[in-house]
């Protein structure tokens, strides 16, 4: 069956990293965006690598009101008319830096919900980053699920069991604890990252992932790599390691991804 006849969702990572974050997600129904961390020029070249155009998108959801994820996000609004979806405290943080956006592109998507948007079921939940009120989404269509899962400091059991054993997870590899320590950052901003309210670190990341993986998964994509303390060598290596460890069939019975800050995954359909 060719790619354009295949329904479910289908998905790229547009680009993920710490300089800017954007995920496509399409079904039959509708074509969205989760943040937009890039300029719009920027957003379309990524667009235009999996033969996708701006002007079809319908709306973009937003996580939290970090500028690598809501950049482009009152610039693309505005010039395709998409509606933004951000939970109350999200759009209350982020509004001043988007400039304007009509009263009707706006729409609260609350923490902890459900709603469905165009054919596909939209649930948001909770991570732990210092950002006002943060949130990721599952997306769930034809009983095929796809998770978002970066921007935290540490997984809970709560988040936990709600994400587990999906079919594909973009999941946060954000640095490695040698290149972090040793780097060039100065120690405030180290704290910040290694706290509770920062970024999962390569192991920390593998070690969430070995509990969460299940039976129906078939991808998992390394996310938000650091630009200055990480490289997708020892995140892919380490997070695999780990895995491998804990005999949970990675590369086996789902498949481990890299993700670019400059360059989409290839669409694939779930």
């Known amino acids: ?8 969702l289908k998905i790229s990572v547009l680009a993920s990293g710490s300089t800017g974050n954007i995920t496509y997600i399409e ?42 994820h809501i950049k482009g996000v009152g610039i693309m609004a505005r010039k395709y008319d998409l509606d933004v979806y951000a939970n109350k405290n999200t759009w209350t943080a982020m509004e001043p830096k988007l400039g304007k956006i009509k009263l009707e592109q ?6 902890e919900k459900t709603m469905t948007i165009g054919d596909i079921d939209v649930s948001s939940f909770g991570v732990s980053h210092d950002a006002v009120d943060p949130q990721f989404y599952t997306f769930q269509k034809d009983n095929k699920r796809f998770v978002m899962l970066t921007d935290t400091g540490y997984v809970n059991d709560r988040t936990r069991d709600f994400v587990k054993n999906a079919n594909a997870y973009l999941f946060e590899s954000n640095h490695d604890l040698s290149m972090l320590r040793m780097g060039r950052y100065p120690w405030s901003l180290k704290q910040r990252i290694l706290g509770d309210k920062g970024h999962l670190s390569n192991e920390d990341g593998a070690l969430a992932l070995a509990e969460i993986v299940g039976d129906n998964t078939e991808r998992v994509y390394l996310g938000h790599l650091s630009k200055e303390n ?27 991804f890299d993700t670019d800050p400059v360059e989409s995954s290839p669409l694939f359909t779930l």
């Open 1 to 8: 069956m060719l790619e354009s006849e295949q329904s479910g």
């Open 106 to 111: 706006k729409h609260h998507f609350d923490l």
């Open 230 to 256: 990480n490289l997708k060598e020892i995140a892919y290596s380490t997070v695999e390691e780990i895995l491998m460890q804990k005999g949970t069939g990675v590369n086996h019975k789902y498949t481990l």
């Open 27 to 68: 079904s039959d129904k509708v074509k969205l965006l989760v943040d937009c961390g890039f300029s719009g020029k920027k957003a379309t070249e990524l667009l235009k690598q999996i033969d996708r155009r701006p002007e079809d998108l319908d709306a973009i959801l937003v996580t939290h009101e970090h500028s690598d």
